[in-house]
């Protein structure tokens, strides 16, 4: 099967089974508009494929993604309608993985944080590395949690405790994302690929017609939890762009990594 997505998103095949990867791996897998596009798309591309049973997917790397480009963030202050796109491909994205037929085993290798974290959650089983952790940091950046956190979090976790973890973007270690119900099981580093892809294995060998109409079955309650909320979380966020605060955090964090930047060219 012909890849359209790489180099940003890789796609293996093992038998019945796909391993996608985000491959942006010098930048931690942050999501450009490249990589965003291409995980809007991979969806259908690899639901289109009758050969395919059962999806991995996980972060080149030491991450699995470490959410959105903040060089990226400045972009769209000023180019409104690339925001709009932005925010209009979020919401695709989350439906595209909601209503995806086949069942995804999500692979943490590392830090899963904002949109990486929330296409973690989105999966149908997460498996996380005993390194790795989860964050949704949107509000700690001056942004409405909007495209993952605010819609299904309460479902997964318990309302307080959603409250609790977007309203301060901490972070949410491995073993913790297990025990609120935002990940299924911690692995040792070294075994997460192989258990991974085995459980994948497992799924893809199983009647593909009841596992499929039970995914979606299950997901129908993702899908009452998502509606209405994703439109005005998304619309608050488009908002937030524009905020004094967001873009001030953004400045600050540029400044300090190009200030880290020199000091290492300079040693």
């Not at 289109?48 to 202050?77: C, I, K, N, Q, Y």
């Not at 180019?79 to 979020?90: F, M, P, S, V, Y």
């Amino acid at each position: 099967m012909s890849n359209p997505f790489a180099p940003e998103l890789l796609i293996e095949d093992r038998g019945a089974v796909r391993i996608v990867t985000l491959n942006r791996p010098e930048a931690l897998n942050a999501t450009n508009e490249a990589l965003h596009d291409a995980l809007i798309a991979v969806w259908r591309h690899l639901a289109d494929d009758p050969a395919v049973r059962a999806v991995v997917l996980t972060g080149a790397g030491r991450a699995f993604s470490a959410g959105g480009d903040m060089e990226h963030f400045v972009e769209v202050w000023a180019d409104r309608a690339l925001r709009r796109k932005e925010i209009d491909g979020a919401r695709r994205l989350l439906t595209e993985m909601i209503d995806f037929p086949l069942p995804v085993v999500a692979a943490v290798n590392g830090a899963a944080v904002g949109l990486g974290c929330n296409l973690a959650v989105c999966s149908d089983i997460v498996l996380m590395a005993e390194s790795a952790f989860i964050a949704d940091p949107h509000v700690g950046v001056g942004l409405t949690a909007a495209d993952g956190g605010a819609p299904t979090w309460p479902l997964l976790m318990g309302m307080l405790r959603a409250k609790e973890y977007l309203l301060t973007s901490e972070r949410i270690p491995a073993d913790q994302a297990v025990a609120l119900g935002l990940a299924n099981r911690v692995v040792p580093d070294g075994e997460l690929m192989d258990q991974a892809i085995a459980l994948a294995e497992k799924l893809a060998k199983q009647p593909p017609q009841a596992v499929q109409s039970t995914k979606r079955a299950l997901n129908m309650h993702l899908k009452r939890a998502v509606a209405g909320v994703l439109e005005y979380a998304l619309g608050e966020e488009f908002a937030s762009f524009d905020t004094p605060e967001h873009q001030e955090i953004v400045r600050r964090f540029l400044a300090r990594s190009k200030a880290r930047e020199a000091e290492r060219s300079s040693s």
